[in-house]
């Protein structure tokens, strides 16, 4: 039997006249991604994707990777048959037996969005309602809170039967809305950050500071494997790796303590501003959430964020731990992020950072540093990697 998944697009259709553009986004992303399981045809009709399966691919895993897909509403995963109510019937006793024979209580809901079809959708609905009944007698009918809804869709072409949508990914398609740099450490955060941002519609260039032998090679790893877990839904990544050793060396030898961590985290961004414009980025992703450490704080987000022209975008801002840790079991990068390898910025903590740091103190600090040339000098070793 030909399965097809039919795919409906999420907030998409409120885009006037960039839809077109939006859907085209779509369809190609789409077509990218089951590309990864076999070569299904995906096409886009009267606002819905079809995704066809042919004979011998594993239509599991084609769902599975479509519903990563960000800007799906909903998926139907159905039967194709011919446009008679005899192969209606058929397609849904075969193709729906197993749904048939665990419920107690279903009824039949038609769409005909091709109107020459000789009859109407409740003429359809009732018709197979009543073949399906007698069938299957232990099925009763029940028009209010049925535990399996046949679905019958009347197209252009076909015929498709299913037992209804489920979840699409939601959100808008990868890029629809440009790209960004995402500030990526081995922790919890900043995954979450990122997924949220290409949910909505952002590509994602990956950005970590590395600072052997401070961090270990297996803390790279750990940041490359989530990067890898994140590609799952956000397709192609590239990850630049930066050394980062000079500079928190610097930091150490020439500015007081309590300092490090705001003037580091601001080296981080100063790197990230330049390296996101290479990359045509329109802004810088953060992991952060408001007081979660000192760095955290509005003062300090203000002096750091005081170095970017791009504009920092803090999906986490207003989550508690716990919010972010629900997501990040979800989307499977928290096994990955809680395994115990160093992340730079406990690399020198303070014993006491300051949390109201002081714009013109900071400056200063830095004034004993050779900034520019620290810039310079890491910018050149940056290693690029490809992920997904
Ligand atoms: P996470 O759980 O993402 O590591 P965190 O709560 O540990 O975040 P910080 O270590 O203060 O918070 O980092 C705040 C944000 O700064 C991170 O979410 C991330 O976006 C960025 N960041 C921190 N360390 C690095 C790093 N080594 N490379 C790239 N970005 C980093
Ligand atoms: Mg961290």
């Known amino acids: 039997m030909q399965e097809v998944l039919l795919c409906k697009c999420g ?8 839809r077109k553009a939006f859907e085209d986004r779509l369809v190609a992303n ?13 096409s886009l009709r009267q606002s819905v994707l079809f995704v066809e399966i042919p004979e011998g691919v594993d239509a599991d895993a084609v769902v599975e990777e479509v519903r990563r897909v960000f800007g799906l509403a909903s998926i139907c995963r159905a039967a194709v048959c011919e446009k008679t109510l005899e192969s209606i019937l058929e397609t849904a006793s075969g193709y729906l037996a197993d749904e048939i024979a665990f419920a107690h209580s279903f009824k039949v809901e038609t769409k005909r969005a091709d109107k020459k079809f000789p009859m109407t959708s409740i003429g359809v609905s009732q018709h197979i309602g009543g073949e399906l009944h007698q069938r299957f007698p232990a099925l009763r009918p029940d028009m209010h809170h049925p535990e399996l809804t046949v679905h019958v869709e009347i197209r252009e072409q076909y015929a498709f039967v ?22 990526l450490s081995g922790g919890i955060d900043s995954p979450v950050a990122g997924y949220m941002m290409a949910k909505r519609g952002l590509e994602l260039v990956g950005i970590h500071f590395f600072s052997y032998p401070y961090t270990s090679e297996r803390a790279k790893e750990k940041v490359l494997e989530l990067g890898k877990i994140l590609t799952r839904y956000v397709g192609r990544m590239p990850v630049l790796v930066v050394p980062f050793t000079k500079i928190q060396e610097a930091i150490r030898d020439n500015c007081r303590e309590e300092l490090f961590t705001i003037i580091m985290r601001r080296f981080m961004m100063r790197l990230s501003d330049r390296l996101a414009a290479e990359y045509s980025c329109g802004g810088l992703i953060t992991g952060e959430s408001l007081g979660q450490v000192a760095s955290q704080t509005m003062p300090a987000m203000a002096v750091t964020e005081a170095v970017c022209e791009l504009p920092v975008f803090r999906p986490l801002i207003g989550m508690d731990k716990e919010e972010i840790v629900q997501i990040a079991r979800k989307i499977d990068t928290f096994e990955t992020s809680i395994l115990p390898y160093e992340d730079c910025c406990t690399v020198f903590t303070p014993k006491h950072p300051n949390i109201r740091p002081n714009l013109v103190k900071v400056l200063e600090a830095e004034s004993h540093l050779a900034v520019d040339s620290l810039v310079e000098d890491a910018f050149s070793d940056v290693e690029r990697i490809i992920l997904g």
């Open 11 to 18: 907030e998409i259709v409120l885009k006037g006249l960039n």
């Open 162 to 183: 299913h037992a209804g949508p489920t979840p699409g990914a939601g959100g808008m398609p990868i890029g629809a809305n440009g790209r960004a740099a995402l500030l």
């Open 30 to 42: 789409l077509r990218r991604r089951v590309r990864r399981i076999a070569n299904c045809p995906v």
